[in-house]
């Protein structure tokens, strides 16, 4: 079998995943935003806390998807296929009488939705979303609208869409589906589809290229034929059929903002209290989903306000990839989980289930692994919250009510976990693996609370301590470094932009950067306390542009010409004693070469052990 290249994986391929999927909103779609702000839309949200009370609470759900590309898993006659195996009828311009070819193979003897969800179940996720129809235009269930569908076209005659939405009523988890709405390569009406229709919104760029329906309108009615016909009618039967808690779309860029309005409208017309995920109507001015989604296979989060989540995959493609090893460990996901959980956010993890039903195994090993963890420190993830305390460098904070979750993924070496920011009183703090809770020692000083700990971390990957807290707390928002961690990571998600033009990377291994550093005015800062003296080296990361930079820790100055390197260059900016008390750090230009000064990454204090 041969492996698909790490070069390969990450890179993806080109027209797998767009940079941006968002409307840009035209003229032509100012009446339907007026109608939905001032109408239906705006009724609708009278119940929007009630309809995502659940969601909030959950924090962390099972993604599936699955269809019958699922059954070449990246591979077409004999050629193995790279990137997202879900796109393989685009990737390789498949026509519709061709891809019925392997829909009448497809048939997954060992399909087991009592399996799947209870799986889910111990892996600690509390909902689960399925690709009823993905852009492959395949209906997965018994739907009416058209032949293009599982029963009528596959040898396999049951309804897994319904099977699932049994196991999931009958385990308490919430049920979904994802349904792509914009993009259907087997439709001849609808975006994508450009080798066999000559369609707008496939990777010629066909007609216009992305914005195609503001440069040739005429071409709108045919969209609109299929949104009528297709779209609207499937989904209105996943809403009758099955009931359904949530409905999950993407690339709402490849129609026009109008009618992918006037797809939430039907949605909200047939079943008010669905809740609906943030990529069907996202433009400027026009954000109706319930709440926000961040970028594809995120290794770390930009800032995001309100209700918003991620959703990673285990390895590189979001459908089952018989040559895609590049599983991530289950200490990945349990620290995204409670990374995400620490900024308000949910996680969205991906499973891509063979062709035959089944789960890969090295995917039922991550879940095991997580569920363990999740078994033992769930209570520090459901139904919580961002915390009132500012950064920490030994991990991250979760809160609920009086309850503050620590979740340190540095044990520190010398016994005593150092948390800055704090201001009120502690009335108990314990492991929360400790079934007996026994109280750990702790001691505040300068609103630094110092907690005894055992020599040896209950688990290595996220040890949780429970801080319960009496009475109203309050806390300095500046971020704190612990002076007995060795690495302090300052992300350049988090640091202060001086001055517009810069944008965030989608957050993925590679691309956590902040971008667009084009005019001398533009400066990123951190400001951090510290409660001892110590001596560091300070690291940058970043993707090379041109010119020299300027880095600033307090009243020292280094100044460092930009790597001519390609890719990502982590070098020494500078060595200095850091004193207790207030510290900014800075990275400003010097001089900016080319289209822009760097793609920053993160800077890091490496502490000098004496």
Known sequence: MTLISLTELNAQVKGDEDAEMFNRAKARDQQAIDEARTGWWAQSMKTHNQRIAWWQDARFGMFIHWGIYSL????????????????????????????????????PVRFNADEWVKQAQDAGMKYLIVTAKHHDGFAMYDSKVGDFTLTQQTPFKRDPMAELAAACKKHGLKFGFYYSHAFDWEHPDAPGNDWEYNNPGGDKLLHGGTNWYDVHPALLPKAQRYVTEKAIPQIRELLNMYHPDILWFDTPHKLPLSENIRILKAIRETDPNVVVNGRLVRAAGAELGDYKNTADRPAEFFPVTGNWEAIPTTNESYGYHQFDSSHKSVAHFIQLIASAASRGGNLLMNIGPKGDGSFDTKDQEILKGIGQWMKLNGNSIYGTTASILPMQNWGVITQKKNRIYLHVFNWPADKTLQVGGFKGKVSKVWLLSDAAKKQLPVQIKNHVLRISLPALAPDKVDAVIVLETAGNVSADSTRYLASNIVVSRLLAFDAKQENAGFRFGDGKTDKYFVEGWKNDNQSLSWNFNTSEKGTYSILV?????????????????????????KGIVTEEA????????????????????????MKLLEVQLIKTIQ
């Open 574 to 597: 500078g060595t200095m004693i850091i004193q207790p008390g207030w510290h900014q750090l800075r990275i400003s230009p010097k001089l900016i070469g080319g289209s822009e000064l």
């Open 541 to 565: 990361k970043y993707i090379a542009g041109g010119g020299k930079y300027l880095l600033t820790l307090d009243k020292a100055l280094f100044e460092k010409p930009v790597s001519a390197k």
């Open 72 to 107: 070449p898993g990246g591979e077409w006659n004999g050629k193995k296929v790279a990137g997202y195996s879900e796109h393989l009828m685009r990737k390789e311009k498949i026509s519709r009488a061709d891809y019925l070819q392997l829909a009448h193979r497809f048939n």
